[in-house]
């Protein structure tokens, strides 16, 4: 039988059964952050569709030399197929693009303390895309030059004030003292430059096919 590492949200009453009910195990499983966001789909608050990686899948990635278990890429782009099918969104589409977000979550942590990457999805042909649906070239300029940064210091560990002093210069240099200042082509030239300094580091251009199986390959 093949070994579940990857669960969507809704699945949590099949989880909590296969532990006779206990919640200690479905955290356990799930991690703290998984399993609210189960318990929070349950109760049928709004919650964005997504699922979780298992805790297990993090052990055998670290037990197996950091190489992924066997069978658990394939049921990852199986549940993000899921969740285009949901949202009626395309990943890497240009149209209709969907982005995500992900978020480490042991059993117990800290707040502030789990490691995050947004906007995944984003790149120069699904930027054009989001502009064109919601009309603001500065917001999603914004989302996408976070991407690179979340991205470069969280799984390629560039240093994070590298990026930062790329904005703090920008801002210098038009003399204001807000990023809520800058304006979509601030914005636009600051990914660029993030992209620079991600492919100095990384020693590779950021990947810009947000294909799920690509993703597997950019490693720390």
């Excluded at 942590?109 to 995050?116: A, E, H, L, Q």
């Excluded at 947004?118 to 996408?144: M, P, S, W």
């Excluded at 990384?202 to 490693?219: C, L, N, V």
Aim: hydrophobic share 35%.
């Amino acid at each position: 039988m093949m070994k579940n590492w990857v669960y969507l949200f809704d699945e949590v009453d099949r989880i909590q059964e296969q532990f006779d009910g206990s919640w200690e195990k479905v955290r356990d499983l799930l991690g703290g952050k998984g399993a609210n966001l189960a318990e929070m789909v349950r109760l049928g608050l709004p919650v964005p569709p997504g699922f979780t990686v298992t805790t297990q899948a993090c052990n055998a990635y670290l037990a197996g030399g950091k190489t992924l278990p066997d069978r658990m890429w394939d049921q990852v782009v199986e549940a993000l197929r899921k969740v285009e099918k949901v949202t009626g969104k395309t990943f890497g589409g240009e149209k209709n693009p969907l982005l995500v977000s992900c978020r480490s979550g042991a059993k117990y942590s800290m707040p502030g303390m789990m490691d995050t990457v947004l906007n995944i999805g984003l790149n120069d042909h699904t930027a054009k895309g989001l502009i064109a649906q919601c009309g603001d070239e500065r917001f999603v300029y914004d989302a996408y030059r976070r991407l690179v940064q979340m991205f470069g210091s969280v799984v390629m560990g560039v240093p994070d004030d590298v990026f930062e002093a790329v904005i703090s210069k920008t801002r210098r240099r038009l003399g204001i003292q807000n990023d809520a200042d800058l304006c979509a082509e601030d914005w636009k030239n600051i990914t660029a430059e993030f992209k620079e300094i991600y492919r100095h580091y990384a020693h590779h251009a950021f990947p810009d096919d947000p294909s799920p199986m690509r993703h597997s390959q950019y490693k720390p």
